[in-house]
């Protein structure tokens, strides 16, 4: 079964400091791996997808990830945080059969000014 | 392009009522999923529809809950009755299906469903 670990549950980074949040998976093969966000009293917004090939993938809003295989991980980055970046972030793994995703419990990300 | 419509946001009932909620995916795509989030977890995929086929309920508590998507487009989602522990938000997705570029799925604004 396919399952997502988000071992941070609370991040706070100031304004203008980097951002790493981690993600590890569980999943039979090569997997698809996403990012979402969520602000207050919204849906998920996708950040960016990882299919294959490239293992560093960029996405909107200046986000990036990288599979790493080895480590089973798919961890976000961003150089450089803005407030409005405050947030929940998921992290999902894909089945390659069904178009199932099965999400982590999320980050919550603070951007103190 | 329109995205995926819910109604209503907010909904109130006491526990063992009953209370519906609809999803319109966006035009054209044929897969439509349903999740429950509760409050500090993430969304959990209650079931999953391909046009008007169901894909996957297995985590669909089917002695409360019934969902239907009639015609392949709208779909409404049913508990009845509902539990305290039914107190969450339900998010509505839609995505093309088909081949892997099409799994990325799109979220309706939700229902904050709270039962008392």
């Known amino acids: 079964a396919q399952s997502v670990t988000q071992p941070d549950i609370h991040i706070t980074v100031s304004e203008g400091a980097s951002l790493e949040l981690r993600c590890n998976y569980s999943y039979g093969a090569t997997p698809y791996l996403f990012w979402y966000v969520q602000s207050p009293g919204q849906g998920l917004q996708l950040l960016l997808k990882?299919?294959?090939?490239?293992?560093l993938v960029q996405g909107i809003k200046g986000f990036e990830a990288e599979f790493k295989r080895s480590q089973s991980s798919f961890n976000l980055r961003k150089p450089s945080v803005h407030w409005s970046d405050a947030a929940e972030y998921f992290c999902?793994?894909?089945?390659?059969?069904?178009?199932?995703?099965?999400f982590g419990d999320g980050t919550t990300l603070t951007v103190k000014p | 392009e329109a995205g995926v419509a819910q109604s209503p946001r907010y909904k109130i009932i006491e526990k063992r009522q009953s209370v519906a909620f609809w999803c319109n995916p966006i035009?054209?795509?044929?897969?439509l999923y349903w999740y429950q989030q509760i409050l500090g977890q993430g969304p959990k995929l209650l079931i999953q529809?391909?046009?008007?086929?169901?894909?996957?309920d297995s985590q669909l508590p089917k002695d409360r809950f019934s969902a239907e998507r009639l015609k392949g487009v709208d779909s409404t989602l049913k508990i009845q009755p509902a539990k305290l522990e039914d107190s969450a938000v339900y998010l509505c997705?839609?995505?093309?299906?088909?081949?892997?570029?099409?799994?990325?799925?799109?979220f309706g604004p939700g229902t904050r469903l709270t039962v008392t």
């Open positions: 999902a793994v894909g089945s390659r059969h069904a178009g199932k995703s099965t």
């Open positions: 529809f391909q046009n008007n086929g169901v894909v996957d």
């Open positions: 990882y299919f294959s090939g490239d293992t």
């Open positions: 035009s054209g795509h044929a897969t």
């Open positions: 997705a839609s995505s093309l299906g088909g081949d892997r570029s099409s799994y990325e799925q799109y």
